[in-house]
Antibody, heavy 117, light 110 residues
Framework: EVQLVESGGGVVQPGGSLRLSCAASGFSFSGHWMHWGRQVLGKGLVWVSRISGDGSTTGYADSVKGRFTISRDNAKNTVSLQMNSLRAEDTAVYYCAEEGGGGLGYWGQGTLVTVSS | QSALTQPASVSGSPGQSITISCTGT?????????VSWYQQHPGKAPKFMIFGVSGRPSGVSNRFSGSKSGNTASLTISGLQAEDEADYYC??????????FGGGTKLTVL
């Protein structure tokens, strides 16, 4: 059974940093691109970032480029999102998702990030 | 990277069919057959419903179908059922290793 479990969310002050992690199991992790998306409570999904199976290729939404860094550890089956220079508008539930079969086939349950003073 | 455009809401009665549109640009939907759709019930994670414009993942009902014409993709749900009431999101590859979601459509089953 595929499982994605996010962790690392919490409350952080504007300008601060936070590192999210996503632990994956139940599939061949290194063979799949992984994504992060986010969703403000009551609002729509927003794509954030993507990383290739070997970690060599990444992509970012313009809204987070230069502030967020995606990485992965295939030995530990984890994907991470380092978030720096956080802003109030980064407040959201952050989901990790596995890319397979032409879409985001499996999603975690999300972790809440709140940026507030 | 502008969000794809979806209607805010659609509605239909049980047994009817509805279609949700998703309009992008020649840089995303118009350039790639990499459109996917997701269903999200309140408080739940999104569920993968359509891939590659019109493909259905294993386990997804054949009442769900997708299509694309030019810069616009569509999701059609036939034989509406109460459990179809949810938010629906389209998504497209947008080049340069970036993706983009639509703003979401709330489906109400009357």
């Amino acid at each position: 059974e595929v499982q994605l479990v996010e962790s690392g969310g919490g409350v952080v002050q504007p300008g601060g940093s936070l590192r999210l992690s996503c632990a994956a199991s139940g599939f061949s992790f290194s063979g799949h691109w992984m994504h992060w998306g986010r969703q403000v409570l009551g609002k729509g999904l927003v794509w954030v970032s993507r990383i290739s199976g070997d970690g060599s290729t990444t992509g970012y939404a313009d809204s987070v480029k230069g502030r967020f860094t995606i990485s992965r550890d295939n030995a530990k089956n984890t994907v991470s999102l380092q978030m720096n220079s956080l802003r109030a508008e980064d407040t959201a539930v952050y989901y990790c998702a596995e890319e397979g079969g032409g879409g985001l086939g499996y999603w975690g349950q999300g972790t809440l990030v709140t940026v507030s003073s | 990277q502008s969000a794809l455009t979806q209607p805010a809401s659609v509605s239909g009665s049980p047994g009817q069919s509805i279609t949700i549109s998703c309009t992008g640009t020649s840089s995303d939907i118009g350039s790639y057959n990499l459109v996917s759709w997701y269903q999200q019930h309140p408080g739940k994670a999104p569920k993968f419903m359509i891939f590659g414009v019109s493909g259905r993942p294993s386990g997804v009902s054949n009442r769900f179908s997708g299509s694309k014409s030019g810069n616009t993709a569509s999701l059609t749900i036939s034989g509406l059922q109460a459990e179809d009431e949810a938010d629906y999101y389209c998504c497209s590859y947008a080049g340069s290793d970036t993706w983009v979601f639509g703003g979401g459509t709330k489906l109400t089953v009357l």
